[in-house]
């Protein structure tokens, strides 16, 4: 996450993509929280990568979805 964050304007777009589904496999792993790496995900949205740009946003979806899975609707 760290290293998305600091150099992700750098690095090339297939090893950016790559890290991202690493970090994704890690996040679904239970290992690294996904609170801590929705903004990064959402900060990945604006770099020009299109493949990047669309991981990231279905991986936002599906952990939004996750996350609100275990709520009722009390409406």
């Known amino acids: 996450a ?3 964050r600091s150099s992700a304007r750098t690095l090339p777009s297939s090893l950016r ?3 991202a589904q690493a970090l994704i ?3 679904n792993r239970q ?3 996904i609170g801590e790496t ?9 770099l020009g990568d299109r493949n990047l740009r669309q ?10 979805k996750r996350m609100n899975q275990k709520h009722k ?3």
Request: with cysteine; proline share 0%; glycine share 0%.
């Open 2 to 4: 760290d290293l998305l």
């Open 17 to 19: 993509c790559r890290v």
């Open 25 to 27: 496999l890690l996040i």
């Open 31 to 33: 290992m690294v929280d």
């Open 38 to 46: 929705l903004a990064l995900f959402m900060e990945l949205q604006t």
């Open 55 to 64: 991981l990231a946003f279905s991986h936002i979806i599906h952990s939004i």
């Open 73 to 75: 609707n009390e409406a």
